[in-house]
C-alpha cells in the first residue's frame, strides 16, 4: 500500500480538501462549453478564497482571471486530478478496512464489580459489524462512568463531557479524531443543536456535515457511540431512540458494601477490613450509597484503622446536611 501511495499527494489524504477539489472539478466540467471560459470564483465552489490559493499554491489550481473585484480559478489537468482523488479514497477505504478488527484489553471491565449482564451486552456490541449505539442511565453512583471510562481504553476511542462540549465541539471532534468509539459522559447535557445535530446523523447514517458560510466538509465515519446520562428525560426523541438503553438501579446494600470493598483495595490501599468498615457505615450513618463517599473518606485517612474511620465519621456527621452526605464530586 505504501507504494502505492507515493503518487498520491498527501494532502490529498486530507477529506476536506477532497471534497473541494471535486466541486472545483464538477464546476469546470459544467462551465467548460462557456466561450470564452474565465474559471470559477470561490462561492460557486463552497469553499474560502484562502483554501482555494492554497490549492493553487499546491498546483492543482491556477488563478485564471484577477480584478480588484474578483479573482477567477481554473483546475489544472482536471483528469488527471480526479483519478489521484479517486486512488486516495479508496486508499483511505482499505486504511479503515486494515482498522476494522480492534485489539479489546484482556482486561477490560476487571475493576467493575457486578453488572456482568452489562459487560455482556457491551462486549456483544464491541463486536458487531455495524453500530450498536448504547446508553447507560439510571442511579447515580452506580458504575456507568466506569463503564465509560474502562471503554475509552479502546484503541481510537475518544472520551467527551457533554457539559463541556463548545458549540460546534462534537464537530471538531469528529473531522479531527475520526473515533471508532465516541464516549460522551452526561449526554443529558448536551444542547447545542449542531451538536446534537451531528450526533444524531453519526448514529443514524455514520455522516458527519458541516455547512457554514464558506466553509462546507463531510466525513463518512463508522462509529459506535457509548453514553451514559442520570436522567434521559432532557434527551431528545429522536436521539434517545438511536440508543440500545441499559437501566442502572441502585446498588442492594451487600453490593454496595462489596463494591466499595474492591475500589477501596484497589484503587485507593485500604486494607479488607476498614474498606469494609467504611461501607457499612458510610451507608448505615450517612446514609449514602455513593462509593465516591466512600473513596473521600479512605483519601482523608492517616493511619487507615477502623478506629480513625469512627471518628472520622462523627466529625463528617456534624456536619452532614439534611438533604443529604453525598457532595456529587466524582473520584472516579
Excluded at 486516495?88 to 479503515?96: D, F, L, N, P, S
Excluded at 466525513?219 to 457511540?225: E, R, S
Excluded at 453514553?227 to 453490593?255: H, K, Q, V, W
Aim: charged share 30%.
Amino acid at each position: 500500500m505504501e507504494d502505492r501511495m507515493k503518487g498520491i499527494p498527501d494532502i490529498l489524504q486530507n477529506e476536506e480538501v477532497r471534497e473541494v477539489l471535486k466541486r472545483c472539478i464538477d464546476v469546470s466540467n459544467r462551465k467548460s462549453g462557456e466561450n470564452p471560459y474565465l474559471g470559477f470564483e470561490w462561492y460557486e465552489v463552497q469553499a474560502s478564497p484562502q483554501m482555494l490559493n492554497k490549492l493553487v499554491r499546491l498546483g492543482f489550481l491556477e488563478v485564471s482571471y484577477k480584478s480588484n473585484k474578483s479573482t477567477m480559478y481554473k483546475v489544472i489537468n482536471p483528469t488527471s486530478l480526479a483519478i489521484m482523488i479517486q486512488q486516495a479514497e479508496e486508499m483511505g477505504r482499505e486504511v479503515e478496512a486494515e482498522d476494522e478488527h480492534v485489539e479489546i484489553p484482556g482486561d477490560l471491565f476487571n475493576i467493575i464489580v457486578g453488572h456482568d449482564d452489562v459487560k455482556e451486552i457491551v462486549y456483544r456490541s464491541l463486536s458487531t459489524e455495524n453500530p450498536v449505539h448504547i446508553l447507560l442511565h439510571g442511579s447515580i453512583a452506580s458504575a456507568k462512568t466506569m463503564f465509560l471510562e474502562e471503554l475509552s481504553r479502546l484503541p481510537r476511542s475518544r472520551f467527551v463531557v457533554g457539559s463541556s462540549l463548545t458549540k460546534a465541539g462534537l464537530i471538531e471532534v469528529l473531522f479531527e479524531d475520526r473515533p471508532r468509539f465516541l464516549i460522551i459522559d452526561e449526554l443529558d447535557k448536551i444542547e447545542t443543536e449542531d451538536n446534537l445535530a451531528a450526533l444524531l446523523s453519526l448514529m443514524e447514517r455514520g455522516i458527519v456535515t458541516e455547512t457554514k458560510y464558506r466553509r462546507h466538509r463531510s466525513i463518512t465515519l463508522k462509529t459506535k457511540v457509548f453514553a451514559s446520562a442520570n436522567r434521559i428525560e432532557r434527551i431528545p426523541p429522536e436521539l434517545l431512540s438511536r440508543f440500545l438503553r441499559l437501566y442502572f438501579r441502585d446498588y442492594t446494600p451487600d453490593e454496595f458494601v462489596n463494591v466499595t470493598v474492591d475500589v477501596l483495595t484497589r484503587r485507593e490501599g485500604i486494607s479488607t477490613q476498614v474498606a469494609y468498615h467504611i461501607g457499612q457505615k458510610v451507608m448505615r450513618e450517612l446514609g449514602s450509597k455513593d462509593v465516591r463517599d466512600c473513596v473521600k473518606i479512605a483519601r482523608l485517612l492517616k493511619e487507615k484503622t477502623v478506629e480513625e474511620v469512627d471518628g472520622l465519621l462523627e466529625l463528617l456527621k456534624k456536619r452532614s446536611s439534611s438533604s443529604g452526605y453525598s457532595s456529587g464530586y466524582k473520584a472516579f
